[in-house]
């Protein structure tokens, strides 16, 4: 993103809106701000997994897009009979996620979970679309591939948190990397559900109570990446890469009560920070809308009661999830996609049972410390690391 001010909206044409994952979370999240603000938005394009199919043709019904794509084909038949003969064009498989991606729009929203939107966000930088990125793995395990691609102000990031770092680092003026005014960023945490835990107690976690996230609603996925705080490294290497600061300038805080979503730190000892009720509708409007806010995206704070927020170190030996992200994120290369794609079949083994909570961080430390790390410098080759990362994460938890 780059510095420029946010300006008031001339009259002029909605803006083309092609959103990917639509069906979940963000996704869902999204099209309530387009519903909400029809004169600045319009959906072109609708993708999603295909496990929802009603959900999916109900979007299509309401927005009406020029098309949809289903990541899986064999949901096609489905999604036909939903949409009962409705002038859409339907595209199928990962080939057809991306070809909505890169369908004419001036933003795409990328919404996918995991790994499998690294293909959607490369076909949109590549279209030269203007990309909103949620799908933080596509940025950590294809870096320098994306990085390649993202032309100055074309990669606007979705997470609150690195929403929370753009606006601050807007707010003193433009920024750019050899920004020298800029001592660190500070990333909240909300600490997940398990905040004041040692390991021991850890240990004893169930998926149930991984799953019943004190803050946030979210997949289970993204819920239990917060309960490991696995998420908050992966942020981390998010930070790094969007805004190009070295990793022992960038810092971690819990922050219990989310309304505080980050700060950025400065040499003469201000810091600022960006502070709203948690709801994930602000930083999808302000992305969707950029350079521009949209009024009313969620609710501000209430300044006439009175607040505490608080805020703590990170416990590291509970949860060395951070430090860990943070160590793949110095190698850098191939090591970022293996650090991501060991969690996520760990995370399934947790949330089936085969796998302790404190299994999920030393399982994804063994597979780390296992690889040979690679440059990165291909989508084969970055696939070929998830793939091996995913296999021997399986191997380790079977």
């Known amino acids: 993103m780059s510095g420029e001010p946010a300006r008031e909206r001339a009259d002029r ?31 072109v394009a609708l993708a999603a997994g295909g496990g929802r199919i009603e959900l999916l043709a109900r979007q299509v019904a309401e927005f009406g897009p020029e098309v949809v794509a289903v990541a899986d084909p064999a949901a096609v038949p489905a999604l036909r009979e939903a949409l009962a003969g409705r002038p859409v064009k339907i595209l199928a498989g990962p080939e057809g996620v991306a070809e909505a991606a890169a369908w004419p729009c001036d933003v795409v929203l990328n919404g996918v979970t995991g790994a499998l939107g690294l293909t959607s966000t490369l076909a949109a930088l590549e279209a030269g679309r203007v990309l909103a990125l949620a799908n933080k793995e596509s940025l950590i395990i294809g870096g320098p591939l994306v990085k390649r691609l993202a032309r100055p102000g074309r990669l606007l990031p979705v997470d609150s948190e690195h929403s929370a770092l753009a606006q601050c680092l807007w707010a003193a003026g433009p920024y750019g990397p050899d920004d020298r005014r800029v001592r660190r960023l500070v990333v909240t945490a909300s600490g997940g559900p398990f905040r004041g835990r040692n390991r021991a107690e850890l240990a004893e976690v169930t998926p149930k109570q991984a799953l019943a996230h004190p803050t946030w609603s979210m997949g289970p996925t993204i819920t239990i990446n917060s309960a490991t705080l696995v998420n908050k490294g992966l942020e981390v290497i998010e930070a790094h890469l969007l805004f190009d600061i070295e990793y022992a300038r960038i810092s971690v805080m819990v922050h ?33 809308g950029w350079p521009e806010r949209v009024p009313g995206a969620a609710p501000a704070v209430d300044w006439t009661r009175a607040h505490t927020w608080t805020f ?67 989508v084969e080759e970055v696939l070929a690391a998830d793939e091996w990362a995913r296999a021997r994460a399986r191997e380790l938890t079977a």
């Open 256 to 288: 219990p009560q989310s309304v505080v979503h980050s700060m950025v730190e400065y040499t003469d000892g201000s810091t600022i920070a960006q502070a709203s009720p948690p709801d994930m509708r602000l930083p999808i409007a302000l992305a969707l």
């Open 312 to 378: 703590d170190p990170l416990d590291d030996e509970a949860f060395p999830a951070v430090a860990l992200a943070r160590s793949a994120g110095e190698s850098g290369g191939t090591a970022p996609a293996v650090y991501n794609a060991a969690n996520e079949v760990c995370v399934e083994a947790f949330l089936q049972g085969r796998l302790p909570f404190t299994g999920i961080v030393d399982t994804i430390a063994s597979v780390v410390g296992e690889h040979d790390v690679l440059p990165a410098s291909s």
């Open 13 to 43: 044409a909605p803006r083309s809106v092609a959103l990917l994952g639509s069906t979940g979370s963000i996704g869902t999240q999204a099209l309530d701000v387009v519903a909400r603000n029809r004169d600045r938005f319009r959906v």
